[in-house]
C-alpha cells in the first residue's frame, strides 16, 4: 500500500518567502507529526496531530511557522518570512493512532533551502 | 541541548561480523526508546524499541539493550549484511509523544 508521501520534494526559495510544505499520511493513520531534520543533526520534533487537532506544537521554533490538518488527512506546513536559518529536511510521519508505541512511518521529506 | 547522543558519527565492519552502535542520553524521563534505520532520500524506517523496564529486546538479528543506570542504549546488529549500511538513529521518548533523537551513525558493513 502507499506510504506517507510528501510534496514538493524539493522547495528553494528566498529569504522572507513564504512556504507551504504538504504531508500525505497513510488511510486511516489519526496521528501525524511533522520533523525538522539540520545537517548532521537527528530529526526534531515540531507538531503533533491527533486527528483534526494539534495535541501538542511545542515544538514549533516561532510564530512563523504553523501546521494544519483540517480533515484529519493531509496536513501542511506554513513557514512565513522564511529565514535562512530555516533550510532543513522537513520530514513528516504518520502512525495508526497516536498510542506512543505506535510504529512511525516516515515519508521522503521535503528539502527546504532559504537563499 | 542535545537529550540523545551518538557520539560515533560512523562506523565499518566487516561482513558476518557484529555491529554495535551506541547511544547515550541525559533525560532520566525518557521512558520509551527507539532505533531507526535511514537510507539516503528517504525517511527513517522503524528497526527496533524497548521500553524503559526491560534491559534487552531482541528482533531477528537486532538487539537492543538499555542500561538506565548508565542512561544508555546499544543496538547489537549480528550478523552484518552489506544491506544494513544506512544510518541509523537512536530515538527516546518523554510526555506522550515526544520523542528526541540522536545525530545518527552511519554504518558500513563491508562485503
Known amino acids: 500500500g502507499a506510504g506517507v508521501s510528501q510534496t514538493p520534494s524539493n522547495k528553494v526559495t528566498e529569504k522572507g518567502k513564504y512556504v507551504e510544505l504538504r504531508c500525505d499520511p497513510i488511510?486511516?493513520?489519526?496521528?501525524l507529526y511533522w520533523y525538522r531534520q539540520s545537517l548532521g543533526q537527528g530529526p526534531e520534533f515540531l507538531i503533533y496531530?491527533?486527528?483534526?487537532?494539534?495535541?501538542?506544537d511545542s515544538g514549533l521554533p516561532n510564530d512563523r511557522f504553523f501546521a494544519v490538518r483540517p480533515e484529519g488527512s493531509v496536513s501542511t506546513l506554513k513557514i512565513q518570512r522564511t529565514e535562512r536559518g530555516d533550510s532543513a529536511v522537513y520530514l513528516c510521519?504518520?502512525?495508526?493512532?497516536?498510542?506512543?508505541?505506535?510504529?512511525?512511518?516516515f515519508g521522503p521529506g521535503t528539502r527546504l533551502t532559504v537563499l | 541541548d542535545q537529550q540523545v547522543k551518538q557520539n560515533s558519527p560512523s562506523l565499518s565492519v566487516q561482513e558476518g561480523r557484529i555491529s554495535i552502535l551506541n547511544c547515550d542520553y541525559t533525560?532520566?524521563?525518557?521512558?520509551?526508546f527507539l532505533w531507526y534505520k535511514k537510507y539516503p532520500a528517504e525517511g527513517p524506517t522503524f528497526l527496533i524499541s524497548i521500553s524503559s523496564i526491560k534491559d534487552k529486546n531482541e528482533d531477528g538479528r537486532f538487539t537492543v539493550f538499555l542500561n538506565k543506570s548508565a542512561k544508555h542504549l546499544s543496538l547489537h546488529i549480528v550478523p552484518s549484511q552489506p544491506g544494513d549500511s544506512a544510518v541509523y538513529f537512536c530515538?527516546?521518548?518523554?510526555?506522550?509523544?515526544?520523542?528526541?533523537f540522536g545525530t545518527g551513525t552511519s554504518l558500513t558493513v563491508i562485503p
Open positions: 510521519a504518520s502512525s495508526s493512532s497516536g498510542t506512543s508505541t505506535d510504529t512511525q512511518y
Open positions: 530515538a527516546a521518548r518523554v510526555k506522550r509523544n515526544q520523542f528526541y
Open positions: 496531530f491527533q486527528g483534526t487537532g494539534a495535541a501538542d
Open positions: 488511510s486511516g493513520h489519526t496521528a
Open positions: 533525560n532520566s524521563m525518557f521512558d520509551y
